[in-house]
């Protein structure tokens, strides 16, 4: 009985050790690229931090009291909600409702599918020149096709809408291709059944569709949140610098790179990003009490 | 759903394994033996500066091997390098950072070779160029690559249409103003009569503001009088010009370049580093440089001294402190800043000289365009591109929300520029107490 315990565990030893053989190339790169960085982002949060890196000085909490009483700091907090609150909402209703019609067995179902999910292969910062060329007050081609003077991405009303359009239309396709695959693990006689006793095609899709898709619904309503919180290549592109409309519509991202990039301010940018990642968390947590409540697991 | 996850927990694998994989190649590009690596942010400059180089290698038998990084990368390739990383062995410095590599010592220190070097001697260089690259000990760490000046460029055509007579060397401001406003108001403001964005610094308003005797920042490097009645002068003057030309939404989506270039506007402030872009552009038979105007502060009716400014700027070449060829990236740097790669540099119309006295032939570069109006400006006074040690932060503060955006924005209320005027001075005096 001895014997074969021994054995046995050498045995599983020795796969323990392929286990670690196989899985540490993905933990050395997380550990060198991921976890050290998001630790010296931590500690340089808390210093003054020298150039190039060298002669970083211990300031206690100084770089939290200035983010946290500076205007810009929430401002942009705000901007990135807003962004967010057009983003998550409209690229999940659109996504679902792509996702449904291109589901069903018609013609050209893997030609509209790929158009849609065009846009996640396109390089973002190309989109956003794109975009901004089209947005453009005097030559874009939205103002020449509806005959309109709008200042679409100067105008500090108008400007966080906009911005929020493209990011929509970004993830829509992403969204789309994993609301399909959710809608093939639904088992076809729901339907049946549901079209025997009499149910129409839209209350079929909120009785049936919506529920029974929740899990997948969550999942990403979950990712793009977090997404579009840490948006910035967007107004990155889009916004001018001397855009009238800049404030209304950086996000806390981009507050972080001007910062830590622009005015080399390595210590106040890795604040923000602390700030950031604090509010994802809070977010996070909220959303998975909210999972109980809302996601139907069968 | 569980396929979608494992596939993307596969890819977020995969990248991770070529991040690791990327990272390693770029940090193994260094230098061998015998090449140089050289890193400029101009791709415009790059065939012009490779010829130069390529003259040097036949005498010094080491290839020197050009590179185009753009101006965003450049700095955080170069802040990298600094940081622990490789950095090229020769490249290019600018006023809004080199005091932070110079602070740190990542530039070799070039003291010994130019005492031992025949070809060059700092006296001939510009006089601000020299100083920006000389740390407060005494020791210098690159020498002057170029300098650049600034002039007026205006469309002849769009001057023809609306019959207002052209810029001459001898227009004021308020001559600009009167006729960018004749064509602002004779087009329906279908074109404008100029136009500048608040990010047209060094280009643009600086200037006036030097016109009238104020600084945006003084010699000393401690201080400014923007907010000063000189200063407060110049801005409205400025408030003046861009309250007839194009409003400050259109020229921040529309860019004031490419708003000339597609006949949208009629004259534009721009510097030297930029003729070759208007020198290949579409309709650069109508494009005309004049000389920029000045302030008749003293209302005599003639330029006098200290009436017409040019900012001015000039790039360096710098080498690694931590080059494993120093004397190389040196003989490279004295070649080009010796009178004959100067020479050389100006000729093929790459830019004017960083040496006195060699940028005549710049002017004769461009057949069929005369761009002497940039060589003229040294005849009149010239004030260096002002910088302190953490330049952009200041400077990018004073194009923004709070500093000059307000009054661009709104440039029919006067107190707004004022009150801007009072602000930055404000932005820059906090920036310096905070370098």
Redesign the interface.
Same mark, same amino acid.
């Given at each position: 009985m001895k014997a074969s315990a021994k054995k046995r565990s050498a045995a599983a030893k020795n796969e323990a050790r392929w286990a670690w053989a196989f899985i540490a190339p993905t933990m050395l790169g997380l550990i060198i690229l991921n976890f050290y960085p998001v630790i010296n982002t931590v500690y340089q949060s808390f210093c003054k931090t020298g150039d190039f890196g060298r002669g970083n000085t211990f300031v206690g909490l100084a770089n939290y009291a200035a983010a946290f009483s500076a205007g810009e700091t929430w401002h942009s907090i705000w901007n990135t909600v807003k962004y967010a609150l057009i983003e998550v909402p409209f690229g999940v209703c659109i996504a679902l409702i792509l996702a449904v019609f291109l589901n069903k067995k018609l013609k050209g179902t893997s030609a509209f599918r790929t158009i849609f999910f065009l846009p996640m292969v396109c390089a973002p910062a190309a989109v956003a020149m794109v975009w901004k060329w089209l947005y453009n007050q005097q030559f874009g081609l939205l103002n020449n096709i509806f005959h309109s003077n709008v200042a679409w991405i100067s105008d500090p009303h108008i400007a966080w809408i906009s911005i929020g359009v493209i990011g929509v239309w970004s993830v829509i396709g992403y969204n789309m291709v994993l609301f399909i695959s959710g809608l093939q693990e639904i088992p076809g006689d729901y339907y049946e059944a549901a079209a025997i006793d009499g149910a129409t095609g839209i209350r079929q899709f909120f009785h049936i569709t919506v529920p029974l898709l929740s899990p997948t619904t969550f999942f990403i309503v979950q990712t793009r949140v977090i997404g579009a919180l840490t948006v910035f290549d967007l107004m990155f592109m889009v916004m001018d610098k001397t855009n009238v409309a800049l404030q209304n519509t950086q996000s806390i991202v981009y507050l972080f790179y001007t910062y830590a990039f622009t005015n080399g301010n390595k210590g106040y940018g890795a604040t923000l990003v602390v700030i950031l990642v604090l509010f994802i968390m809070l977010v996070t947590v909220i959303m998975q009490r909210a999972e109980k409540k809302l996601v139907f697991y069968n | 759903?569980k396929?979608?996850v494992v596939f993307l927990l596969a890819l977020t694998?995969l990248l991770?394994?070529a991040?690791?994989g990327s990272s390693q190649d770029s940090g193994s590009a260094g230098s061998s033996s015998g090449t140089l690596t050289v890193n400029i942010w101009d791709s415009n400059q790059q065939a012009g500066l490779q010829q130069i180089a390529d003259e040097w290698s036949k005498t010094s038998g080491i290839t020197a091997k050009i590179e185009v990084v753009d101006w965003d990368n450049y700095w955080?390739l170069l802040?990298a390098g600094?940081?622990?990383g490789t950095m090229p062995d020769v490249f290019w410095t600018h006023s809004n950072t080199v005091q932070?590599y110079m602070?740190?010592d990542?530039l070799l220190k070039l003291n010994d070779y130019i005492a031992a070097d025949d070809a060059i001697d700092l006296a001939n260089y510009y006089e601000g160029i020299v100083g920006l690259y000389t740390r407060a000990d005494g020791n210098v760490y690159a020498l002057p690559k170029d300098h650049d000046t600034i002039a007026l460029l205006y469309n002849k055509a769009i001057f023809d249409q609306y019959g207002v007579a052209y810029p001459t060397a001898d227009w004021t401001w308020e001559d600009m103003y009167e006729a960018a406003k004749a064509i602002t108001e004779g087009s329906n403001g279908d074109v404008y009569g100029m136009a500048m964005?608040?990010?047209n610094n060094q280009d643009g308003w600086y200037n006036v503001v030097y016109d009238y005797g104020a600084q945006i920042i003084n010699d000393t490097h401690d201080g400014t009088t923007i907010g000063s009645s000189q200063g407060k002068a110049a801005m409205e003057m400025v408030r003046k010009l861009i309250s007839v030309g194009a409003p400050?939404?259109?020229? =921040?989506?529309?860019?004031t370049d490419s708003l000339f270039m597609?006949s949208?506007c009629a004259m534009i402030t721009q510097g030297s580093w930029m003729i070759n872009a208007f020198y290949t552009a579409e309709h650069h038979d109508d494009y005309y440089w004049s000389l920029l105007p000045y302030a008749d502060v003293n209302g005599n009716g003639k330029c006098d001294s200290g009436e017409r400014y040019s900012a001015y700027n000039g790039l360096g070449w710098a080498a690694a402190a931590s080059t494993k060829n120093p004397d190389a990236a040196y003989s490279l740097i004295s070649y080009f800043c010796s009178k004959e790669g100067q020479l050389e540099q100006s000729k093929l119309g790459v830019t004017m000289g960083g040496m006195k006295g060699v940028s005549e032939e710049f002017a004769n570069a461009f057949p069929g365009m005369d761009v002497s109006a940039f060589v003229e400006a040294e005849s009149y006074d010239l004030f260096f591109r002002p910088y302190t040690r953490?330049t952009?932060?200041w400077e990018?503060a004073l194009?923004? =929300?709070g500093g000059f955006?307000d009054p661009?924005?709104n440039p029919s209320d006067a107190a707004l520029m004022e009150k801007a005027c009072d602000n930055a001075q404000a932005i820059i005096e906090n920036a310096i107490a905070n370098e």
């Amino acid at each position: 009985m001895k014997a074969s315990a021994k054995k046995r565990s050498a045995a599983a030893k020795n796969e323990a050790r392929w286990a670690w053989a196989f899985i540490a190339p993905t933990m050395l790169g997380l550990i060198i690229l991921n976890f050290y960085p998001v630790i010296n982002t931590v500690y340089q949060s808390f210093c003054k931090t020298g150039d190039f890196g060298r002669g970083n000085t211990f300031v206690g909490l100084a770089n939290y009291a200035a983010a946290f009483s500076a205007g810009e700091t929430w401002h942009s907090i705000w901007n990135t909600v807003k962004y967010a609150l057009i983003e998550v909402p409209f690229g999940v209703c659109i996504a679902l409702i792509l996702a449904v019609f291109l589901n069903k067995k018609l013609k050209g179902t893997s030609a509209f599918r790929t158009i849609f999910f065009l846009p996640m292969v396109c390089a973002p910062a190309a989109v956003a020149m794109v975009w901004k060329w089209l947005y453009n007050q005097q030559f874009g081609l939205l103002n020449n096709i509806f005959h309109s003077n709008v200042a679409w991405i100067s105008d500090p009303h108008i400007a966080w809408i906009s911005i929020g359009v493209i990011g929509v239309w970004s993830v829509i396709g992403y969204n789309m291709v994993l609301f399909i695959s959710g809608l093939q693990e639904i088992p076809g006689d729901y339907y049946e059944a549901a079209a025997i006793d009499g149910a129409t095609g839209i209350r079929q899709f909120f009785h049936i569709t919506v529920p029974l898709l929740s899990p997948t619904t969550f999942f990403i309503v979950q990712t793009r949140v977090i997404g579009a919180l840490t948006v910035f290549d967007l107004m990155f592109m889009v916004m001018d610098k001397t855009n009238v409309a800049l404030q209304n519509t950086q996000s806390i991202v981009y507050l972080f790179y001007t910062y830590a990039f622009t005015n080399g301010n390595k210590g106040y940018g890795a604040t923000l990003v602390v700030i950031l990642v604090l509010f994802i968390m809070l977010v996070t947590v909220i959303m998975q009490r909210a999972e109980k409540k809302l996601v139907f697991y069968n | 759903m569980k396929r979608i996850v494992v596939f993307l927990l596969a890819l977020t694998m995969l990248l991770t394994m070529a991040a690791c994989g990327s990272s390693q190649d770029s940090g193994s590009a260094g230098s061998s033996s015998g090449t140089l690596t050289v890193n400029i942010w101009d791709s415009n400059q790059q065939a012009g500066l490779q010829q130069i180089a390529d003259e040097w290698s036949k005498t010094s038998g080491i290839t020197a091997k050009i590179e185009v990084v753009d101006w965003d990368n450049y700095w955080t390739l170069l802040e990298a390098g600094a940081s622990g990383g490789t950095m090229p062995d020769v490249f290019w410095t600018h006023s809004n950072t080199v005091q932070l590599y110079m602070d740190n010592d990542v530039l070799l220190k070039l003291n010994d070779y130019i005492a031992a070097d025949d070809a060059i001697d700092l006296a001939n260089y510009y006089e601000g160029i020299v100083g920006l690259y000389t740390r407060a000990d005494g020791n210098v760490y690159a020498l002057p690559k170029d300098h650049d000046t600034i002039a007026l460029l205006y469309n002849k055509a769009i001057f023809d249409q609306y019959g207002v007579a052209y810029p001459t060397a001898d227009w004021t401001w308020e001559d600009m103003y009167e006729a960018a406003k004749a064509i602002t108001e004779g087009s329906n403001g279908d074109v404008y009569g100029m136009a500048m964005n608040t990010s047209n610094n060094q280009d643009g308003w600086y200037n006036v503001v030097y016109d009238y005797g104020a600084q945006i920042i003084n010699d000393t490097h401690d201080g400014t009088t923007i907010g000063s009645s000189q200063g407060k002068a110049a801005m409205e003057m400025v408030r003046k010009l861009i309250s007839v030309g194009a409003p400050q939404s259109v020229v =921040a989506e529309t860019g004031t370049d490419s708003l000339f270039m597609s006949s949208k506007c009629a004259m534009i402030t721009q510097g030297s580093w930029m003729i070759n872009a208007f020198y290949t552009a579409e309709h650069h038979d109508d494009y005309y440089w004049s000389l920029l105007p000045y302030a008749d502060v003293n209302g005599n009716g003639k330029c006098d001294s200290g009436e017409r400014y040019s900012a001015y700027n000039g790039l360096g070449w710098a080498a690694a402190a931590s080059t494993k060829n120093p004397d190389a990236a040196y003989s490279l740097i004295s070649y080009f800043c010796s009178k004959e790669g100067q020479l050389e540099q100006s000729k093929l119309g790459v830019t004017m000289g960083g040496m006195k006295g060699v940028s005549e032939e710049f002017a004769n570069a461009f057949p069929g365009m005369d761009v002497s109006a940039f060589v003229e400006a040294e005849s009149y006074d010239l004030f260096f591109r002002p910088y302190t040690r953490k330049t952009t932060v200041w400077e990018d503060a004073l194009q923004q =929300a709070g500093g000059f955006l307000d009054p661009w924005q709104n440039p029919s209320d006067a107190a707004l520029m004022e009150k801007a005027c009072d602000n930055a001075q404000a932005i820059i005096e906090n920036a310096i107490a905070n370098e």
